[in-house]
């Protein structure tokens, strides 16, 4: 397994910018397939992005695109969310995700490492 940490929460105004971190300890970090998930007050955990282990491919939710870009260091061990032109409804917690057998894709199924999330808040 892989263990994660994510940072870089917290507040900010509509439009505005954040980016968020993901440290992974563990030897298969590297062969992981990486995501970030995120759940809003009284909704259900979603998809927001997926990056294959050698960041080759990506993936997104179809409401961030263009805004959000995933990212990964592998000699850092980390996987990166950079998020522009945030909206109030993307105020969440922030998961990010790790799928050892390298499949990755939307399905929270498919990811058996999970971090303890970060808060982010989008004030109007």
């Known amino acids: 397994q892989v263990q994660l940490v994510e940072s870089g929460g917290g507040l900010v105004q509509a439009g505005g910018s954040l980016r968020l971190s993901c440290a992974a300890s563990g030897r298969t970090f590297s062969a992981s397939s990486m995501a970030w998930f995120r759940q809003a007050p009284g909704k259900e955990r979603e998809f927001v992005a997926d990056?294959?282990?050698?960041?080759?491919?990506?993936s997104y939710r179809d409401s961030v695109k263009g805004r959000f870009t995933i990212s990964r260091d592998n000699a850092k061990n980390t996987v990166y969310l950079q998020m522009n032109s945030l909206k109030p409804e993307e105020t969440a917690v922030y998961y990010c995700a790790a799928d050892v057998l390298g499949r990755g894709g939307w399905r929270e199924s498919e990811y058996d490492s999970w971090g303890q999330g970060t808060q982010v808040t989008v004030s109007s």
């Open positions: 990056i294959s282990w050698s960041g080759g491919r990506r």
